[in-house]
């Protein structure tokens, strides 16, 4: 009895300080990554200003092809939305829509995934680097507020969302380099 007592008090204590750490941990998450582009900032603008083409180098798109995936406002700039439905919990259910765009430096979209009611938000900056070469720089941007659990689960997303930023941004130069 004395060592249930005991494990008892031990997982009160575990479970405190498991809730006293997470709120020092960051409540907010950045995940960056970035690639050269041998193409005008025109033509990768017009790549990532818009859902329509988004499937051809998305890494997600690959993980799950039978997704189904709706479009609606514009075809492309503030307004243009893509929401999906998935089984395979690696891509799940969500929608994006294009919030902000300064053509031909700045796309904005924001994120939402399942029943989350709190967006991330995905940015697209291009920088010409040349006449012919733009650096393009995929971020994503997530406040965890005082979600605990999303603030541990923070701490890896960089390792988790990071390759396949990597991934779409090679796909997308092999795409429009092609």
């Known amino acids: 009895m004395k060592f249930l ?4 008090i031990g997982i ?6 498991l809730v006293v750490v997470g709120f020092f941990l960051p409540k907010d998450v950045h995940v960056e990554r970035s690639i050269t582009i041998d193409a005008a900032p025109d033509t990768v603008f017009q790549q990532v200003n818009t859902f329509s083409e988004y499937n051809s180098w998305s890494p997600w798109f690959q993980r799950d092809p ?3 995936y709706n479009y609606s406002g514009p075809d492309s700039g503030v307004g ?6 998935s089984d395979n919990p690696q891509v799940g259910n969500g929608s994006q829509k294009i ?7 700045f796309v904005k979209t924001e994120l939402l995934f399942g029943d989350d009611p709190e ?5 697209f900056e291009l920088e010409e680097l040349a006449p012919r070469q733009t650096k393009l720089t995929w971020s994503f941007d997530v406040d965890f507020g005082n979600n605990i659990i999303g ?14 930023y ?6 997308l130069k092999a795409k429009i380099e092609s």
């Not at 603030?151 to 396949?164: Q, V």
């Open 80 to 85: 243009a939305m893509m929401s999906w439905k």
């Open 66 to 68: 039978e997704a189904e």
């Open 99 to 105: 919030v902000e765009s300064t053509y031909p430096k």
């Open 166 to 171: 990597e991934k779409g941004l090679k796909s």
């Open 12 to 17: 009160v204590i575990l479970a405190i300080v």
């Open 151 to 164: 603030r541990y689960f923070g701490l890896f997303m960089d390792n988790m969302l990071g390759p396949d």
């Open 5 to 8: 007592k005991n494990l008892f």
């Open 119 to 123: 967006p991330g938000y995905a940015t």
